[in-house]
């Protein structure tokens, strides 16, 4: 499975300082750590994972929950690892979410190994050019050990004994007036996780679903809540965790969407796509599989200027057997119209791709 | 070292008067340099390229730093790569890192002395001390935009700080140096930073990405405008200078449209 492949060219570093402990950290370059998003797709397009000290940021569409996905799989990936979990959203209830989360999926039988193999297939073809690296099968998968990256199997709940430990923290933005609460409840949180403590025995996460919704009391108060991000990503930056904040960017006025946006560490959206759009499915292989798309807008650089250029920013979620979430890069269709069905004979890998609306 | 830097001179470079070989080691000295760009392209290079000139301009020079985006340990790292210790220059003294990253004004209606008015201090009680020396001083604003954010959106306050910071540059001959972002500001919502800012800068760098999207071998593209406010015969004439970019961690290799190899 992609989860489980370990580098093995020489040009990946030794990463075997840290993962030897930890399962769930990986070094990236620059003396930066990683942790998985839990979307094996989504870490490799993003050389890793997302650096700890980073605040993420995620742009919902209004029309579709594609963030939720998102937000789902980063925070399953979380607990199966037994990392920390702070998750905050508007519900009355966040902690009923929790049994919405996807378990990871089974690693034996006939089933599983069919699938990696095409999966294998699928990956070493189209992002061989990011990595330059051979992606052998080395499955360890068994018997439950703990993995970087999990698969999530989307229609399978997550085991209850993963939350319902202590280590899960649930706050409701709902009704409280101001942000200060959430904000002592993350730098509590986020003060056990200092990053002072030279080694790093664990990482944390905190989840903030739909941060500008309008059901919260603030949401007409956008100083305050620019301040609350500001804070929580200098939070974050000296604490060794990932926050992952999505929100609702046309809810705000766009200056503030915009500065929201530079706070950011890395940036992605989620769109949805039209069901019925005709001109769209003639342009795109495997139309009929997507679910939306997913832009890359920023990558974290923590301790570098250099910016991450991506060969594509435009991926589609797709799911696999209605079970996996896969991202990919839009690959134009060949003039005839092929059946979106193959993932093999698609056109070529589309940095270059120009596909009406969808920029790239 | 020195005429080794020499010979290293970019198109930044060269648009920023560093090359000239005159009898003033730093050229931004009594200048202000207000650097824009987007979500698209950060232009955080040109401060940490500046950041390096300036230590490298004279052997007593010294940086006032205010951070509002970045701890020290990612400009250390960063620096360090372009060939420039931050942390020994701070132990010389010739470093100042205020870390603004926590800062918050207290909410709108109470004083802001705690605030923005003690930043400005701390400033001014630095820069008095290094005037004395006569050494050339730097001093750069990492982002303005997190600045209106810890002071709640109170442009005016965020516009006196500026302006004190600005008055800096002719009573000390200080460089001043500030990043913010312009696409914040492009519906016109609270522009009257973006706007005054401009209209008081002596040199606008603006980082821009290509109009045909990103690519691996160029970044994006740079427009310096120099407004020569201080030009001997008092002709005020514009220079504009406009390149491409390629950042790379041991330098930013500028170049113009269609020369890169």
Request: some cysteine; overall charge neutral.
């Amino acid at each position: 499975m992609a989860a489980t492949k370990t580098r093995v060219s020489s040009f990946s570093r030794n990463l075997s300082t840290v993962t030897s402990q930890n399962p769930g950290l990986k070094h990236g370059p620059n003396g930066t750590i990683f942790i998985s998003s839990g979307i094996p797709d989504l870490d490799k397009i993003l050389g890793g994972g997302f650096s700890l000290g980073s605040l993420v940021m995620v742009m919902e569409d209004p029309e579709a929950p594609h963030h939720m996905l998102l937000l789902r799989n980063f925070m399953s990936q979380g607990l199966v690892q037994k990392q920390p979990l702070l998750y905050a959203s508007a519900s009355k209830d966040p902690k009923s979410f929790l049994g919405t989360l996807p378990s990871p999926a089974s690693p034996k039988g006939d089933k599983t190994s069919d699938h990696t193999h095409e999966k294998d297939l699928r990956i070493a073809w189209q992002y061989k050019k990011y990595f330059g690296e051979p992606q052998l099968n080395l499955n360890t998968n068994n018997g439950g050990q703990l993995e970087y990256c999990n698969d999530f199997d989307l229609r399978k709940p997550l085991d209850r004994h993963f939350f319902s430990s202590n280590n899960v923290d649930c706050v409701s933005i709902k009704d409280s007036p101001n942000l200060t609460a959430l904000q002592d409840r993350c730098a509590g949180f986020l003060a056990n996780f200092s990053r002072n403590a030279g080694c790093i025995s664990s990482a944390a996460r905190i989840a903030i679903q739909s941060f500008c919704s309008p059901q919260c009391k603030y949401s007409n108060e956008e100083w305050h809540m620019l301040s609350f991000i500001r804070s929580l990503k200098g939070m974050a930056r000296s604490s060794n965790a990932v926050v992952v904040v999505t929100f609702p960017p046309s809810l705000i006025s766009p200056s503030c969407s915009k500065r929201l946006q530079h706070m950011a560490d890395t940036l992605l959206s989620v769109r949805a796509i039209p069901d019925e759009d005709k001109e769209l499915a003639k342009l795109l292989t495997g139309y009929q599989d997507m679910v939306g798309l997913l832009n890359v807008h920023k990558v974290a650089r923590l301790n570098t200027q250099v910016p991450v250029i991506l060969e594509a920013t435009t991926f589609s979620i797709k799911l696999q057997k209605r079970r996996f979430l896969v991202l990919e890069c839009l690959n134009q269709a060949p003039v005839d119209g092929s059946s979106g069905s193959s993932y093999g004979t698609s056109g070529g890998c589309s940095g270059s791709t120009k596909s009406g609306s969808l920029d790239f | 070292m020195m005429m080794m830097e020499q010979k290293n001179w970019n198109l930044l470079d060269e648009a920023l008067g560093f090359h000239s070989n005159n009898a003033n080691p730093w050229p931004l000295c009594g200048r202000f340099l207000l650097v824009e760009d987007c979500v698209d392209t950060s232009a955080a290079f040109v401060l940490h390229h500046i950041l390096k000139r300036a230590f490298s301009s004279h052997p007593s020079s010294a940086v006032l730093f205010l951070a509002f985006s970045h701890p020290f340990s990612h400009y250390d790292r960063v620096l360090r790569k372009l060939g420039c210790n931050l942390a020994a220059q701070r132990d010389n003294g010739r470093f100042f890192f205020l870390d603004m990253l926590m800062l918050q004004c207290p909410d709108e209606g109470k004083s802001n002395h705690d605030g923005l008015a003690s930043v400005f201090e701390q400033i001014e009680r630095v820069i008095t001390v290094l005037h004395q020396d006569k050494r050339p001083i730097s001093i750069m604003v990492d982002d303005i935009s997190f600045l209106e954010v810890a002071a709640n959106g109170s442009s005016n306050d965020v516009l006196n700080l500026l302006h004190y910071c600005h008055t800096l540059t002719s009573d000390y001959g200080c460089a001043f140096i500030a990043l913010d972002h312009k696409d914040i500001y492009l519906n016109g919502d609270r522009d009257a930073i973006i706007l005054e800012m401009e209209y008081l800068a002596d040199i606008l760098v603006k980082a821009e990405p290509l109009a045909t999207g990103l690519a691996k071998d160029v970044h994006g593209q740079l427009k310096v405008l120099d407004k020569e406010t201080q030009h001997q015969y008092g002709i005020s004439a514009i220079k504009t200078h406009n390149f491409h970019f390629k950042i790379k961690e041991n330098g930013i290799e500028c170049f113009y449209p269609g020369t890169k190899i």
